[in-house]
């Protein structure tokens, strides 16, 4: 049972640098969500979707893009990586308002 | 305001003891909540769905109070294993809040 995959699980960026943090879920499921957790804080959620070609923003959306082009994959862009987003980002996703199933998580380091 | 808030702690209890944490929300139209577990940094996974009438799950109880809009988590008889940082949700896009951190001692 795959059920959500992030990769990768561990970056290292340059300060200017970008990328693209993968998330792919095989359960079908309509919701999609990315977030940052930083030491001593909870989940802060970033942009969601609720559907392919539907995204939103969430609490922390500056610095990070997302698209959503099909049901299973939802993608992260950093565009110009910062040390302030240095931190471990958690893909989730789930059906309406059941339970949310995340990724195992990537630890990003932005020197 | 934060949407939701939890009990700052760090908790620390004894084995066996029983601890109680609650989570505020201010959106009084929130319909779905939750409690999560994590493990040292590890993704959290589901505990238990919070249900307006109240639910147990063996050592764990949970509550919603929508009049002052929280919901609590009762653990009774503390294991070692229980030591986690524990996350509500509520609302409609998952947010959580801060997160309390449990640590049961020996």
């Known amino acids: 049972n795959a059920g959500v995959t992030q990769t990768p699980k561990f970056q290292v960026l340059k300060t200017g640098q970008s990328m693209t943090l993968q998330c792919a879920q095989d359960?079908?499921?309509?919701?999609m969500s990315w977030y940052r957790q930083d030491p001593g804080m909870g989940l802060r959620l970033i942009h969601y979707?609720?559907?392919?070609?539907?995204?939103d923003q969430g609490e922390v959306p500056n610095g990070y893009n997302v698209s959503r082009s099909t049901t299973e994959d939802f993608p992260l862009r950093l565009l110009s990586a910062a040390p302030s987003q240095t931190s471990v980002y958690f893909c989730?996703?789930?059906?309406?308002?059941?339970?949310?199933?995340f990724g195992q998580g990537t630890r990003l380091t932005v020197v | 305001r934060k949407e939701v808030e939890q009990d700052p702690g760090p908790f620390n209890v004894p084995e066996g003891a029983t601890v109680a944490f609650n989570c505020t929300y201010s959106?009084?139209?929130?319909?779905?909540f939750f409690w999560y577990r994590q493990d040292c940094r590890k993704e959290p996974k589901l505990l238990m769905s919070?249900?307006?009438s109240g639910n147990e799950d063996g050592r764990f109880t949970a509550q919603l109070n929508r009049a002052s809009q929280y919901i609590s988590l009762l653990i009774r008889d503390s294991k070692l294993s229980d030591s986690a940082t524990y996350l509500c949700?509520?609302?409609?896009?998952?947010?959580f809040g801060a997160g309390t951190r449990l640590t049961v001692k020996p």
């Open positions: 919070v249900y307006s």
């Open positions: 949700v509520v609302k409609y896009d998952m947010r």
């Open positions: 959106n009084s139209a929130s319909q779905s």
């Open positions: 359960m079908n499921h309509e919701y």
């Open positions: 989730a996703s789930r059906q309406s308002n059941t339970e949310a199933f």
């Open positions: 979707s609720v559907g392919a070609g539907i995204t």
